[in-house]
Structures are given as C-alpha cells and as structure tokens.
T-cell receptor, first 114, second 113 residues
Framework: DAGVTQSPTHLIKTRGQHVTLRCSPISGHKSVSWYQQVLGQGPQFIFQYYEKEERGRGNFPDRFSARQFPNYSSELNVNALLLGDSALYLC?????????????FGQGTRLTVV | AQSVAQPEDQVNVAEGNPLTVKCTYSVSGNPYLFWYVQYPNRGLQFLLKYITGDNLVKGSYGFEAEFNKSQTSFHLKKPSALVSDSALYFCAVRTYGNNRLAFGKGNQVVVIP
C-alpha cells in the first residue's frame, strides 16, 4: 500500500508569493492534517480536515488555508509568503476511529522562502 | 491545552546499551500518547502508541514505552541500542475528540559505535 504522498518535495519561493502544497492520504483514510516543522522544533498543528470539513485550526494567520477534496486528498495554501514561513510542511492521514488513532505522515515538503 | 515536554536535547548512548528517551505530558482528560522517529530530511515515522490498557506498550524496531499516569510520563525505551537508531525522536499527545497532536521539541539520539 502507498503511504501518504506529498508534492512537491522541495520548493523555493520569493517573499510575497503564493504556494500550494498537495497531499494524498493513505487509501481508506478520511482525515488529513497539516503540520509546520521549523528547523529545531517539533511539528506545529495547522489544520485538520475530515470528510471534507475543517475540524480544527491551529494558531496560524489567515494567510494559511486548506481544503479537502472528494477523494480525500488535500491542499495547503499559503499567501503572501514571509521568510518565517520557511519550514518542512508535513501532511498526516488517519482513520480516526477509536482504535486506529495514529497519524501517518508523508515525507514532507521543504519550503524555502527567499 | 495539551503539551509535551522532552527535557533533554540530546541523548548519547553506546551501541548495545539500553536507550531511554524521556517524555512528560499535560492534558485535560485521558491522553492518547505517541512516539515518532524522524530521520534527516524525512517525515515522521510512527513507532508506538498508548490508548488504554497495559501500561507497557511495544512498538516497531524493538522499541517500547511505559505509560505512568501518576507521573504523567511516557518514556521510550530500547533494551539494546543500534547505530541505526540514531535519529530525532518526538513524543506527542492528543485526547479523544481532539484531533490535533501536540509534539515535544524532540530528542536527538546518538548511538556511538
């Protein structure tokens, strides 16, 4: 079975630009979450989507948005990029039933803002 | 609010010796606890979880962790460390119905040959 796949793997953008990151969950998983991992820190929660609805949002500005599609894939959009948005962006998918609660992560998208 | 503390920045251990990575947590309600490992320039790889039941849980690659409710701890252990265990280890917590994971800052484990 394919794991969580993210694209692209690396990206370089200029300040002020917009970026779209993509994620395909593990087959059968309906929940997708996004995390930002700045160098030297643990991942920080950005969004969670379940069945195409936003279920949670972390402490990130409105420049960050996301959506989930009918096939459960997801996009993370960031507008007006700042240097501080440079990070590894991780997507995770999960079953979200009472026994299968662990999240499985993709390899991440390394975003560099210059 | 939920949070995780991983007090040590780096753990150095000789190959073949026991490895312990410490984690304490804070949540309102019953915790769901997780350990993940991250290799350079890679995503997070799930190792093990505690949801309910036995306090000692076993996971991948010979790792285990012990849940201690009174000490609010979930330390990761491996009886005999390998050089290939050198990586960044993250402890994370969530609660039922709250889908966001709160991660610690991570511990760099260095296994010395």
């Amino acid at each position: 079975d394919a794991g969580v796949t993210q694209s692209p793997t690396h990206l370089i953008k200029t300040r002020g630009q917009h970026v779209t990151l993509r994620c395909s969950p593990i087959s059968g998983h309906k929940s997708v979450s996004w995390y930002q991992q700045v160098l030297g820190q643990g991942p920080q929660f950005i969004f969670q989507y379940y069945e195409k609805e936003e279920r949670g949002r972390g402490n990130f500005p409105d420049r960050f948005s996301a959506r989930q599609f009918p096939n459960y894939s997801s996009e993370l959009n960031v507008n007006a990029l700042l240097l501080g948005d440079s990070a590894l962006y991780l997507c995770a998918s999960s079953h979200e039933d009472i026994l299968n609660t662990e999240a499985f992560f993709g390899q991440g998208t390394r975003l560099t803002v210059v | 609010a939920q949070s995780v503390a991983q007090p040590e920045d780096q753990v150095n251990v000789a190959e073949g010796n026991p490895l312990t990575v410490k984690c304490t947590y804070s949540v309102s309600g019953n915790p769901y606890l997780f350990w993940y490992v991250q290799y350079p320039n890679r995503g997070l790889q799930f190792l093990l979880k505690y949801i309910t039941g036995d306090n000692l849980v076993k996971g991948s690659y010979g790792f285990e962790a012990e849940f201690n409710k009174s000490q609010t701890s979930f330390h990761l252990k491996k009886p005999s460390a390998l050089v290939s265990d050198s990586a960044l280890y993250f402890c994370a917590v969530r609660t039922y119905g709250n889908n966001r994971l709160a991660f610690g800052k991570g511990n760099q484990v260095v296994v010395i040959p």
